[in-house]
């Protein structure tokens, strides 16, 4: 099969790959109908997480299923499918607790920029659709697998509800599908905070209410002129720089929360002043595959539409024309057609 390897900083190659095989009787193999480009990725691609081998990428995808194991009995082939980046079991007590990506048996997905993908755990992982979705559904189910089930992690984690004010820290696609989540869940006012203009325009369509352009201490200002000096009831983390993590601690109100799923690099926490901001804090990686079968209910349904954050398609052919337009932020997310 054609799959991607990144080699070194920016090399980024479709080449030949062995195609997968069941190798323990818990997994299944799909053939992909979508796969993309994550934001996570670029730290890889930039060189910000060192690359010491050549190394397969990807961990969004669905698709078809075409092969099964032995023990895999809720899923079979013939299905379209959508899971996780994070394997699951969905029994052990942190799975049924609703966190999944902290399953005590979970697996990373890498390798899904390819043609076939092989998913451990294929019974507690993958989630079918009741029947073959229409294409034009395929990019937001696509999202469900990662970006969309993150930003809406995202809300649940900072504790929002129907008539909150909720600020929203990054432009990425998952703080843009956070912007999304927020408005579903009923949020009254959602403050986005991005400086690119398409960016802004995307966030209001998905429900922000108002656009912050500053950022870090000015950012931070900007937010308490809007909210009467109180700060935000509830604030979405989703770049993961200690910049971001700083502004969204220091831009929730007083027993507000932070909900953070931007993947933490060079973050750490003022002790003394979380202790006394009365601010709470939950994250880390997104358990999609507990919100997945509502997520996929309201795709389906066809009452959100988070594939609206691609706004590049490409064949898997030209994967690196993907990685260097969100490197160069000429896109915000690349979907990409094996």
Known sequence: MRGTVLYAPR???LEQRDDPKITEPTDAIIRMTATCVCG???????????????????????GIVEE?????????????????????DNT?????????????????????QAEWLRVPLAGGTLVATSGQPDDDLIPS?????????????????????????????????????????????????????????????????FGATDIITERGDEGVAAIKDLTDGIGADAVLECVGTAESMTQA???????????????????NLPGEELFYSHVGLLGGPAPVRHFLPELIDLVCNREINPGKVFDLTLPLDQVAEGYRAMDERRAIKALLRP
């Open 11 to 13: 090399d980024v190659r």
């Open 40 to 62: 996570s990725d670029l730290w890889d691609y930039r060189g910000i997480n060192p690359v010491t081998q050549p190394t397969p990428m990807g961990h969004e995808y669905c």
């Open 68 to 88: 099964v194991g032995s023990d895999v009995h809720s899923i079979k082939p013939g299905q379209f499918v959508i899971g996780s980046f994070f394997a699951s």
């Open 92 to 112: 052990c007590p942190h799975c049924q607790a609703g966190f999944q990506s902290s399953c005590q048996h979970r697996e990373p997905i890498q390798g899904a």
């Open 141 to 205: 189910l696509l999202t469900l697998s990662d970006v969309m089930g993150t930003g809406w992690f995202a809300a649940v984690a900072a504790r929002v509800q129907p008539g909150m004010t909720v600020a929203v820290v990054g432009d990425g696609a998952v703080g843009l599908l956070g912007v999304l989540s927020a408005a579903r869940i009923g949020a009254a006012r959602i403050i986005a905070m991005s400086r690119h203009q398409p960016r802004q325009k995307l966030a209001c369509e």
């Open 249 to 267: 601690l220091r831009s929730a109100r007083p027993g507000g929360f932070v909900g953070y799923v931007g993947v933490p690099h060079g973050v």
